[in-house]
């Protein structure tokens, strides 16, 4: 499936963040921050990050990629307690080695996260330590705490922190400024947090069914690596790693039983994508790369390797040489997920749009709500010319999924040619709305209830345009 890009900063990094001494008998305060900001309102302001950071940020839009961390961020949070709304994860595409956590269950990973990891392990405990950032409140705890000492109100603050993912250093600016940060206070506040969010965190991984030993053996590789750097990677700003923190998750993890488990197909496959699709200093000779580490099988799965070496061999259009790398490991795992996109890819680059559809087909009955088998198939009904088709295929999963934005844009590509101006219009304007476009969301939205020749679907669409207008009034209330 071709990639979209749209453009999250870490609402964490805006506070100080310095070396702690660990404390073993932290406590789970994760029940604060109630009074200050109720569950729904800390859900609404996750919602305003989303769309916002789809304007602000390259926020990859991949469904195989979002597929694979939905679900490594699923199995992680059925462990979890304290889980008060659904949580979207957002995968952005940066190099550095960062990961974040927003209000109301929105985490963010860099590709940079994939680059370093050696193994799923390592990937999770990433994904538990902010997790628990979130479900214990940590963001929400601090603004409830700057609150009671400042005269502004708890959106005023979030505001600043919005500020800062249009421009860090302005908002920054801001957020010192406004808040006027006693500094013992915020040290302390970022100690807890990070103590308790590796605690929980842990715990967390091994129920899960992960490696505990992998946080800090990743914690320990970072501070190997950049003990001395004179510009540290991101992650390391917001979250220092001291002696103590490491000594800590390496005691902890001690206390649950070694867990050897096999290498993970689907974390090696979804590290050679963004090798070869996303990673931002690319290069002609990974499929190179690739080749010799199947022939080596030590470093990785040799069917990972090899589709590596077919996505980068696609990449620089050798679409015939791909082919028989991705069919023999498409004997092996046939029904993955990751292979079928790459079949699918290069199909449509070979033009025998029939063939991929006839797979797409066989998989949609197998799995009928599944974002990858969905936006494929229509993607390769839009390339064969198929439109209807695959507007009827699209407006039906845009019901039940109406936050997918790579729906909407592939949504109005089908309506475009077929004549319906309204629908055209209102899947603009649903597509406007997740970006935080709602001057545009708003006034698409107007258009498709003046084209409407239905009188209930003018109704519907008026109730909607109704709320896109509530939420640009928030939303411009949260930024001003």
């Known amino acids: 499936m071709r990639l979209r890009s749209a453009p999250l900063f870490l609402a964490l990094s805006l506070l100080p963040a310095l070396p702690a001494q660990a404390d073993n008998s932290l406590p789970d305060i994760g029940t604060a921050g109630v009074s200050a900001m109720s569950v729904e309102r800390e859900v609404r302001f996750g919602e305003a990050f989303s769309r916002f950071a789809r304007a602000n940020q390259p926020v990859v839009d991949d469904p195989v990629l979002n597929e694979y961390i939905s679900d490594l961020g699923l199995k992680l949070l059925s462990q979890a307690d304290s889980v008060r709304f659904p949580f979207r994860f957002l995968l952005i595409r940066d190099d550095s080695i960062n990961a974040s956590a927003f209000l109301g269950g929105v985490l963010q990973l860099h590709t940079g996260l994939f680059l370093y990891a050696e193994n799923e392990s390592e990937l999770a405990s990433v994904m538990a330590h902010e997790i628990t950032h979130v479900t214990q409140r ?3 705890r601090y603004l409830e705490s700057q609150s009671r000492s400042t005269p502004l109100t708890i959106a005023g603050l979030v505001g600043s922190v919005a500020l800062a993912v249009v421009n860090p250093q302005a908002g920054m600016a801001a957020l010192q400024t406004t808040l006027g940060l006693r500094m013992q206070s915020a040290i302390n506040y970022t100690r807890d947090n990070e103590f308790e969010a590796d605690r929980l965190g842990l ?3 091994h129920n899960a069914g992960f490696d505990p030993n992998a946080m800090a053996g990743f914690f320990q590789k970072l501070s190997d690596k950049y003990q001395f750097a004179s510009t540290p990677p991101p992650m390391l700003l917001t979250h220092p790693l001291p002696v103590s923190r490491i000594a800590e998750a390496r005691t902890r993890a001690a206390e649950y039983a070694v867990r050897p488990l096999p290498p993970s197909l689907n974390f090696q496959l979804a590290k050679a994508r963004i090798m070869v699709r996303l990673q931002q200093a690319g290069t002609r000779e990974l499929h190179k790369y690739f080749e010799n580490e199947a022939a080596k099988s030590d470093a990785w799965l040799p069917d990972a390797a090899r589709y590596g070496q077919a996505l980068g061999l696609m990449a620089i259009n050798r679409p015939e040489a791909a082919r028989p790398l991705l069919e023999r490991v498409a004997k092996a795992h046939g029904n993955n997920l990751f292979v079928l996109d790459a079949l699918t890819d290069l199909d449509n680059a070979e033009g025998r ?4 559809i006839k797979r797409l087909e066989r998989a949609h009955k197998r799995l009928p709500d599944n974002r990858v088998v969905v936006i494929n198939l229509a993607d390769t009904l839009l390339q064969a010319g198929r439109h209807q088709d695959a507007a009827t295929l ?7 999924h109406g936050d997918n934005a790579l729906v909407w844009e592939l949504l109005a590509q089908a309506l ?3 004549g319906d101006e309204s629908a055209f219009r209102r899947a603009q304007a649903e597509l406007a709305a997740l970006e935080g476009r709602f001057d ?5 939205m107007e258009l498709a209830a003046t084209l409407s020749q239905d009188a209930m679907q003018r109704a519907r669409l008026g109730a909607r345009l109704e709320q896109l207008r ?11």
């Open 353 to 356: 749009h029939s063939a991929a």
């Open 470 to 480: 509530q939420q640009q009034q928030e939303w411009d209330a949260l930024r001003n």
């Open 416 to 418: 475009r040619p077929l």
């Open 440 to 444: 545009v969301a708003v006034q698409q």
């Open 203 to 205: 715990r967390l991984l």
């Open 394 to 400: 699209l407006d039906d999963y845009a019901r039940r």
């Open 138 to 140: 940590h963001i929400a």
